[in-house]
């Protein structure tokens, strides 16, 4: 089993950064690829990004690339995302989620354990 729970959401102007915190306890965090995703209102859960166990391969969703960046810290046992330029679109709740596999994945099907999500929301 593996405990995850996101930090750092919250309300910032369009234009502004949030950095989103993940930590996780349980099973050995460096056995777990790692991914954000986000869900707002209405909408379906869509994949942001991923990062693998050795933080090798990173993969991000075409919205966000150039503008988040995703990393992690095997030793803390925390994986991060980095959030710059953030736009009204943006808006949603953020979770992380592990995937004990080699895989970095897009898809959220291959995730084994969730955090309960923080939110995000980017005035106009």
Do not use: H
């Amino acid at each position: 089993q593996v405990q995850l729970v996101e930090s750092g959401g919250g309300l910032v102007q369009a234009g502004g950064s949030l950095r989103l915190s993940c930590a996780a306890s349980g099973r050995t965090f460096s056995s777990y690829a790692m991914g954000w995703f986000r869900q707002a209102p209405g909408k379906e859960r869509e994949f942001v990004a991923t990062i693998s166990r050795s933080g090798g391969v990173i993969k991000y969703a075409d919205s966000v690339k150039g503008r988040f960046t995703i990393s992690r810290d095997n030793a803390k046992n925390t994986v991060y995302l980095q959030m710059n330029s953030l736009k009204p679109e943006d808006t949603a709740v953020y979770y992380c989620a592990a995937d004990n596999s080699v895989l970095a994945a897009r898809s959220g099907s291959n995730y084994d354990y969730w955090g309960p999500g923080t939110q995000v929301t980017v005035s106009s």
